[in-house]
């Protein structure tokens, strides 16, 4: 089974701040995830990656297969950026996706 | 962008009834649709796999004759807890897959199941 870790768990930063999350998960998959959960719960699917990096917006995601590691970036960070912010791996074989516990993000004005 | 709809959005029900839970993709396709279960600050946790036309799939440790799942057509997957206990009070949310070149889960807005 895939164990798939976050962090930070927690995270407040200042209005503009450059901001990292990081994603590491235990076994190959085929695909990696970055959601974005805010409080009423809906779901928004951010990136999808199964090599290298995409970027959207102010949002980039970049993966490395070989350290099966996976970061979220966003620059010039906002308060409307204040979410959940959740890694989910698709594994070899599995339809299904293992999720992270994921990061909360607050943004201070 | 896909959208998938949940209905409803939030039940409350008496302990002992069933509660039926719609997952719609509106503008494609989906052969196959997730159901997932959120606990209050937890991560979500896969309960099964939907195929369009045949039996669903269920994790382990998910009771498959109080989870029922169909899904009966390309765009839509129904799933029905029956005799809910206030255990089963949870967040549960559905995907649908878009295969091809695009290919990604989309997620609909979840639902919010509370048992009394």
């Known amino acids: 089974k895939n164990e798939v870790e976050q962090s930070p768990q927690n995270l407040t930063a200042q209005e503009g701040e450059f901001i990292t999350i990081n994603c590491s998960y235990s076994v190959g998959i085929s695909a990696l995830h970055w959601l974005q959960q805010h409080p009423g719960g809906g779901i928004v699917s951010l990136f999808m990656l199964s090599s290298g990096k995409k970027k959207h917006g102010r949002l980039i995601a970049t993966i490395n297969i070989q350290e099966k590691h996976s970061s979220l970036h966003i620059t010039a960070s906002h308060p409307r950026d204040s979410a959940v912010y959740i890694c989910?791996?698709?594994?070899?074989?599995?339809?299904?996706?293992?999720f992270g516990k994921g990061t909360h993000l607050i943004i201070q004005p | 962008g896909a959208v998938v709809s949940q209905h409803p959005s939030w039940v409350i029900c008496k302990s002992g009834t069933s509660v039926k839970i719609e997952c719609r993709s509106l503008d494609f396709q989906a052969t196959t649709m997730f159901w997932y279960r959120q606990f209050p600050k937890q991560s979500l946790m896969l309960m099964a796999t939907s195929n369009e036309g045949s039996k669903a799939t269920y994790e382990q440790g998910v009771e498959k004759d109080k989870f029922l799942i169909n899904h009966a057509s390309l765009t839509l997957s129904t799933l029905t807890v029956t005799s809910a206990h206030p255990e089963d009070s949870s967040f549960y949310i559905c995907?649908?897959?878009?295969?091809?070149?695009?290919?990604?889960?989309?997620f609909g807005p979840g639902t919010r199941l509370l048992v009394l």
């Open positions: 989910a791996v698709r594994s070899f074989g599995a339809d299904g996706l293992t």
């Open positions: 995907s649908a897959h878009l295969g091809g070149v695009r290919e990604t889960q989309y």
